[in-house]
């Protein structure tokens, strides 16, 4: 009776130890469970595509904590990668090339988990790194519409290996990963094909109101100058109605590509509308940028046209922030290139009056 009475005791208190495990294993994986939900309410939240991919990373911790992260696109045939947690050079190098020989596995089996980088040829010199030596890894693939759009790898040092909640975790992460890159990489196309001129790939009148506004913010700060130069195809409408509009799309094209050639590394080229282009010069004081609309001029003029040659107008404005808004700038650089239409076309006028500071429109 008494070793029955024991052993009943025993089985109890097993059962109590028990219970207390699998009571703490609960709350360890209820706090990881609003640790990643919190983590995939953040990736929805931003639609910005370097937000988002920053934060893919940066997140991912929460999935499977403790461990070094690296996240690879997909950039045409090849694995790219574009953001990690400060692993080496020769490291990324390898799983690029790992990722690349198993795209399709990734894409049709899904996670994937090595538990010895040493054992798989395209990843053994991983565990030879010095600065960080890596034991094994756990990616789980980016998948959209059956489209892969990048691998997220969870690498872990020394003999730590991933066990199946770990797995499960980052395929949940890279599940949600994956549809807010596919978002942003969308709001990103959009907002570019809202800011380009479609014919020419210049930006449009509204992406160089708002650039012009940034730049002015810029310039206030540091009291330089800003100018605009505003151009203005000659004649332009005999070409359309000597040659068709297809042939004058094609002059328009040439010009886009000349203006960008004649232009600095930081100055922005919009199209504003028709045959009108416009050029903002950040730091560009009267003397240099009428060079550079001089210089914007001869190179449309060696834009090839079948009747005659292509010639231009310009009309140059300069101002500091202080004296001016972008809307006024924009006004005289406007009015000088009228000037250069009613002088006889083909010359650069350069504005010499100052606006009064008005709001920006």
Known sequence: MAWEFT????????????????ELRVREQDDAAERLLSSLEDLSSDLRLDEVLDQITAKAQTAVGGKEFALLLADGDRMRADRHSGIPKPSLAALESWADEHRETL?????????DLATDPALAKLPRQAGMPLGSMCAAP?????????????????????????????SA??????????????????????????LTGLANQRAFHHVCAAEFSRAQRTGAEVSIVMLDLDHFKAINDAH????????????????????????????MGGEEFAILLPDADADSAYEIAERARCA???????????????????ASPSDASPVDLLALADRALYEAKRHGRGRTVASRRVASRSSLA
């Not at 990489?185 to 479609?198: F, G, M, S, T």
């Not at 297809?246 to 922005?268: F, I, P, Q």
């Open 7 to 22: 052993l009943a005791a025993r089985t109890m208190r097993f059962m109590h130890r028990r219970l207390r495990v699998l």
């Open 107 to 115: 894409l049709e089996r899904g996670t994937v988990v090595v538990d």
């Open 142 to 170: 980016l998948v959209f519409r059956d489209g892969l759009l990048g691998v997220l790898a969870a690498l872990a040092h020394g003999s730590t290996v991933f066990l199946p909640g770990d797995a499960a975790g980052l």
């Open 173 to 198: 992460y890279a599940a949600h990963a994956a549809i807010a890159l596919s978002n942003a990489r969308l709001v990103n196309r959009l907002e570019h094909q809202a800011a380009e001129d479609p």
């Open 244 to 271: 068709g509009h297809l042939y004058g799309d094609r002059v328009l094209l040439g010009v886009a590509e000349a203006l960008r050639a004649s232009s600095r590394g930081r100055d922005a080229v919009a199209r």
């Open 300 to 318: 449309i003029a060696l834009v090839p046209v079948a009747s005659a040659a292509l010639s231009c107008s310009a009309g140059v404005a300069t």
